[in-house]
């Protein structure tokens, strides 16, 4: 295949892997960093595009100038990266200095007489400059460790490794005088290299679509596991949680205990202050519960204004003392709430079973048990612990008022 067709068919696909990641990212939201693949791709056909219309041998100022915009590429690649990796990430600054650095040497090497584009010194930086950006890029993919994202990332850091990996060995060929610095001078090399990059340009842009497809697949995930309001599991991800929990705990002979609790008084709270205001309460309460239990333990809500939380590996006595520190942190804790500052209390229901014993680590029963806990709970006067080893009421100086 002649040079031409090749960087032809080059420039096509560059575009249309643009195209598909800008449609991508338009249809799908909260999908970080596609619209920087849609620019890197962009650029890199704007890489290519100078030298269609200049016949073999271009002028030196056509070859410098694509290698900017592809330089330019890899810059726009590490900031979606970047930004898919970590919410609100900035790679730019480090790739314009970059980028800036390079065309200052190629600006010096200019007005000195000798064209960037031909100088063997002026390629080999390019190509170190493209490895070096690269590496950033790479080392942000493969060291991304979200679940489900994994398999996809790593990928991709390979076939962008290998994208920098084979345009070094082209500049480095092309130092050594083996491969010519204009794209549309016929070499074997070259007719390697060319179908080698493109597929290479395709493989990443797949990379980057199967990133984001992981990305919208555990999006959806968590929606479907996930209590939109307070960011805590849901019934139905409760359940499947604590099977599991239950069924490793029995197997190694563990201790589990099931926290119920409910919050007192909250259709009082939502008539006063709206249901904002008992919104704001949820979202509080969930915080602050998750900041005080251990990553190993489970949160949900239950439904309503009830949260139920699983402790593994936690006796009674150890679940009751537990307990009561949340229940002493939620009464001290206020909400600001449009100029207002709201309190709230909460019930709790205590349940455990110790794995040693047979029959008693059954979920559906260990939840039975914690709610009847909860009742008595409130029918002691709320703002009280209720628990199968002891009744753990709260001292008068943390009475309800």
Partial sequence: MDPFTLAFACLVLELCCAAGLFLMSRAGTGLRGL?????????????????LFHPAPEPPAITTVGRLFLLSSTVLFTQGIAEFVTEG???????????????????????????????PSSILLFGLAYAAQTVVAVMLLSTHAAEGERTACRTTAVLLAGLAGLTLLRDLLT???WV??????????????????????????????????????QKLAWQVRTDELTGTLNRRALDIAADGLAAACRTRGLALAVV????????????????????????????????????????????GEE???????????????????????LADMSIDFE???????ASFGVAHADGSVPGQMEWRELLRRADHMLYEAKQAGRNCIRGEILAHAPSPAAAPA
């Fill in 260 to 303: 119920a609790i409910d919050l007192d008084r909250f259709k009082l709270l939502n008539d006063s202050f709206g249901h904002a205001g008992g919104d704001a309460v949820l979202v509080a309460v969930a915080r602050l519960l998750n900041k005080n239990l251990r990553p190993t333990d489970v949160l949900a809500r239950f439904g």
């Fill in 175 to 177: 130092r050594m005088g």
């Fill in 35 to 51: 619209r920087w693949f849609t620019w890197a791709y962009v650029s890199a056909a704007l890489a290519i595009l100078p030298s």
């Fill in 180 to 217: 010519q610095p204009e794209l549309l001078v016929r070499n074997p090399l070259r007719s390697v290299l060319m179908p080698a990059y493109l597929a290479l340009a395709v493989g990443m842009a797949f990379g980057f679509l199967w990133m984001a497809i992981a990305r919208q697949r």
């Fill in 339 to 345: 100029g207002s500052r709201l309190a709230v209390t």
């Fill in 89 to 119: 990430a900035q790679t730019l600054a480090w790739g314009a200095s970059l980028l800036v650095s390079v065309m200052a040497v190629e600006v010096v090497l200019t007005v000195a007489g000798t064209p960037g584009g031909d100088k």
């Fill in 307 to 329: 949260f139920i939380a699983i402790l593994p590996e936690r006796e009674g006595s150890v679940a009751l003392a537990i307990a009561e520190r949340l229940r002493r942190r």
